[in-house]
């Protein structure tokens, strides 16, 4: 189980704790190869329910970001990565969702200046702005993750919805 956030520069792990019912016979923590906090929890018999609570207690403050947080070759829109890492960066970089109408990319060029280079972090606190002012979140239990063109169309979706909505619309960026 993937139960707590890792740590990061704006985020620290205080407390967390795990119940269960009915109780596992063992529970094990581990650290998988990303850094993730993975919990596995080995149960004796069958139940007809289980119930896992998790309790976090999370200290955040917010970044303070300037040009200086992205490298040089990238502050200025549109930039190209270097040839060597393309290799690592492909999967990333390539649109994973279908684009209907071409939506979501034209939502993402609207996020660009047309008076020249625009700077690639102002452009990102834009579109997470503007995804915060046009989108209203609504809680989702389903698994899955509605299309991005969805998300921009509905006006609505969940934290994930949202997140992949941004990652897509940066991927139209390259």
Same mark, same amino acid.
């Given at each position: 189980?993937? @139960?707590r $956030? ?5 985020q620290r /792990? %205080? ?10 016979a063992a ?9 993730? !906090?993975v ?5 004796q =018999?069958? !139940?007809?329910? #289980? +119930?896992?609570?998790? +309790?976090?207690?999370?200290? /955040?403050? *917010?970044l303070? #970001? ?8 990238a ?8 040839p ?6 492909q999967?990333s %970089?390539?649109? /994973?969702?279908?684009? $209907? =109408?071409? +939506?979501?990319?034209?939502?993402a060029r609207?996020? #660009?200046?047309?008076?020249? &280079? *625009?700077?690639?972090? !102002?452009?990102?606190t834009? @579109? ?14 389903e698994? =899955? %993750?509605?299309a &991005?063109?969805?998300?921009l169309?509905?006006?609505? =979706?969940t ?7 941004m990652?897509? *619309? ?5």
């Amino acid at each position: 189980m993937l @139960m707590r $956030p890792r740590d990061s520069p704006d985020q620290r /792990h %205080i407390a967390s704790s795990l119940a269960f019912n009915p109780p596992p016979a063992a529970l094990r923590w581990s650290q998988d190869v990303f850094g993730n !906090a993975v919990a596995t929890a080995r149960f004796q =018999g069958r !139940a007809t329910a #289980l +119930t896992v609570i998790s +309790t976090l207690q999370i200290e /955040h403050e *917010a970044l303070t #970001l300037d040009d200086d947080a992205v490298e040089q070759f990238a502050r200025l829109m549109p930039f190209s990565y270097d040839p060597d890492d393309m290799p690592d960066l492909q999967r990333s %970089i390539e649109r /994973h969702y279908a684009d $209907p =109408g071409h +939506t979501v990319a034209a939502w993402a060029r609207s996020l #660009l200046r047309t008076d020249g &280079p *625009a700077s690639t972090l !102002a452009m990102l606190t834009d @579109m997470t702005r503007r995804i915060y002012r046009q989108g209203t979140y609504v809680s989702r239990p389903e698994p =899955g %993750i509605q299309a &991005p063109h969805e998300t921009l169309r509905l006006g609505t =979706g969940t934290c994930r919805d949202f997140a992949v909505l941004m990652m897509e *619309a940066a991927r139209c960026h390259g």
